[in-house]
């Protein structure tokens, strides 16, 4: 089973609309949760990292929330254009014996529509 | 603020084939480096790591190998090619462990 897993798998919004996007994981401990961006046949770009202090992070039109609680993340996306379609990436790192691993989840593919 | 060249963008090769991607990094010095697989509809998988010149490690066994010739350049390689290497494969870099990784372009592989 996965570690990191998200949801939807895909997701089709109008332009404009808002968006959330989940990410629930297992790892444990862990040091910090980024969410990555990857337009496709592209490399992923990063949007926002969060220390397990803290609960929001925003980079524009992205905000990104965690509850180190229930191990629960989200992306929410707000006036959406249509250059947000793109595979949204959520990555833990687990300290595990210091190695400060990536573990992925599958991503979440938006797609916006005019 | 560090930038990932590798090459080719797309390649594609017949089974049995030998193979070599290179990744180079621009702005930054004795990075941590990283080679990842995307296959179609999965997570990244990790492939290898290196912390300095020379110093690779590997994450799970399989048909590539990595090199690190310099500290900028890290070179991902096989002697023979299987069907189930075909992948888009990225490169990363970090300034230091656990910062965050940098992603290259990707290289997309197809084997036939």
């Known amino acids: 089973k996965n570690q990191v897993e998200q949801s939807p798998q895909s997701l089709i919004i109008l332009e404009g609309k808002n968006c959330t996007l989940q990410?629930?994981?297992?790892?444990?401990?862990?040091?910090?949760l980024r969410w990555y961006k990857q337009d496709t046949g592209r490399g992923p770009v990063s949007l926002t990292i969060?220390?397990?202090?803290?609960n929001t992070k925003s980079n524009g039109r992205y905000t990104a929330t965690l509850d180190a609680d229930t191990k629960q993340s989200s992306l929410h996306i707000t006036a959406s254009q249509l250059s947000d379609s793109a595979s949204y990436i959520c990555?833990?790192?687990?300290?595990?014996?210091?190695?400060?691993?990536?573990?992925f989840g599958t991503g979440t593919r938006l797609k916006v529509l005019a | 603020s560090q930038t990932i060249h590798q090459w080719p963008a797309t390649l594609v090769q017949p089974v049995g084939s030998p193979l070599s991607l290179e990744c180079t990094v621009e702005?930054?010095?004795?990075?941590?480096l990283y080679w990842y697989r995307q296959a179609a509809g999965r997570g990244l998988q990790l492939l290898f790591y290196?912390?300095?010149?020379?110093?690779i490690s590997s994450e799970v066994p399989q048909n590539l190998s990595a090199s690190r010739p310099q500290d900028r350049q890290f070179i991902l390689s096989s002697k023979k090619l299987l069907l189930s290497d075909s992948g888009f494969y990225l490169c990363?870099?970090?300034?230091?462990?656990?910062?965050?990784?940098?992603f290259g372009p990707g290289t997309r592989l197809l084997v036939l």
């Open positions: 290196s912390v300095g010149i020379g110093q």
């Open positions: 702005g930054t010095s004795n990075p941590n």
């Open positions: 990363a870099c970090a300034t230091r462990r656990g910062e965050t990784q940098y």
């Open positions: 990410c629930n994981y297992t790892v444990s401990p862990f040091s910090n």
């Open positions: 990555v833990v790192t687990d300290t595990t014996s210091g190695t400060y691993k990536y573990i």
């Open positions: 969060m220390t397990f202090s803290e």
